[in-house]
């Protein structure tokens, strides 16, 4: 028990740290631009090195995880994000931060990767859900804490690089932590044969992937263009509509708790979809109602909805096989991991084709189709039971 207990503390582990480098981002990019003294366009793109680092380091991970084994490979990524931190803290070249977070996204991306690993190979059935949902609430506590180290940082005139610094110790500590437990339970998977490694590839894992993908796209053309829109629609000012990002991240952290202990009692199978449909209810109220003071309290709701979707989705997928491996995981995290990163790019696509109102009004009909591809995947492992 003391092993499983470690070695699930190090799956939250992972989290925390790829949230403590992501979730602050955007209090940083002045800063940075005023001690480079570089293009805030160009320090802004920064964050994209860290999204398509983290995006190629889940693509590595389906491949490398089994041939490299989870220890190794954990050691490997938080000894490079450790390294990486300190580099971002000590240097004094803008290509050196560039480098650095491109490091650290792609071993962050990995760490995702084992960190569902280790909770599918360690933990079954319902409390296998339970720990993979308390790693989104551990991504949110992350995003509450190291954004409270810069603010201190940066109010009390110190590099912009503590906050990081700050990651790079816990990843540091990550790494120590990898090197003294016993990580069995988690390489006899990786050692299976062949065959049997590559596992089981039904419509059920991969509703799950696909299912994440459409739930990150929808996700992030909100958090992209709600602002705007609200804006718009209203006729406010762009800074007063931006508070409606805050007011999502705020109910995520809420929700990923609350969602913790729903998750503990009832199947995956019902959490996620009652969660997509409060999505699709709230999404739809959001960008019909002509009410602006509901805005807000609907923008609680829905961060409420999708905190600890991201795992759920991991949780879902993996139920509907015997013995998840590796891949499995992989798969769905590159799913979400694409979801996240090509969002912004197909949603601006559309708006300068069909309209900012149209592609708000996508939002609730992707969570539709999400909806009717699980109700599908739940009859055929339906059908195949009874069969």
Not at 198 to 226: C, D, P, Q, R
Not at 373 to 381: G, V
Request: charged share 10%.
């Amino acid at each position: 028990m003391k092993n499983k207990i470690s070695l699930t503390l190090l799956s939250f582990l992972a989290n925390f740290v790829m949230a403590g480098f992501a979730t602050q981002f955007g209090m940083l990019i002045e800063p940075i631009a005023n001690k480079f003294s570089a293009n805030i366009n160009e320090v802004a793109s920064i964050f994209s090195l860290l999204n398509g680092g983290a995006l190629a380091g889940t693509i590595a991970a389906f491949f490398l995880i089994e041939k490299i084994g989870v220890k190794r490979i954990t050691l490997i990524s938080y000894v490079s994000i450790a390294l990486s931190a300190a580099a971002l803290h000590f240097t004094s070249s803008l290509s050196v931060v560039m480098i650095a977070m491109t490091v650290i996204g792609l071993c962050g991306g990995v760490g995702l990767c084992i960190a569902g690993t280790i909770v599918v190979s360690v933990w079954k059935d319902k409390i296998q859900s339970t720990m993979l949902v308390v790693q989104d609430a551990t991504f949110n506590v992350a995003g509450v804490i190291f954004p409270m180290i810069t603010t201190y940082a940066l109010t009390n005139a110190l590099s912009w690089s503590y906050s990081y610094l700050a990651v790079g110790i816990v990843a540091l500590a990550t790494a120590a932590i990898a090197l003294l437990t016993n990580f069995d339970l988690c390489e006899s998977t990786s050692a299976t044969d062949e065959a049997e490694e590559k596992s089981e590839w039904n419509l059920g894992i991969i509703s799950g992937g696909v299912g994440l993908f459409l739930g990150m796209l929808s996700l992030y053309t909100f958090l992209t263009w709600a602002p705007t829109f609200v804006s718009q629609k209203f006729t406010i000012p762009f800074e007063e509509a931006g508070n409606i990002i805050t007011q999502y991240w705020s109910a995520a952290l809420i929700g990923a708790l609350v969602s913790t202990a729903i998750v503990s009692r009832v199947k995956i199978q019902h959490f996620i979809m009652g969660m997509i449909s409060l999505a699709l209810v709230i999404t739809s109220l959001i960008v019909t109602t002509t009410n602006l003071e509901w805005i807000g309290y609907l923008t609680y709701g829905y961060g409420f909805a999708c905190a600890a979707l991201y795992n759920a989705f991991i949780a879902y997928g993996v139920s509907f096989v015997k013995q998840a491996s590796s891949k499995n995981v992989s798969y769905i995290l590159i799913s979400g991991s694409a979801g996240a990163m090509f969002s912004p790019a197909i949603s601006s696509m559309f708006e300068s084709i069909i309209g900012l109102q149209t592609v708000m009004y996508a939002i609730p009909v992707i969570y539709a189709l999400i909806i009717m591809m699980l109700i599908a995947s739940r009859r055929q492992q339906a059908s195949l039971a009874t069969g």
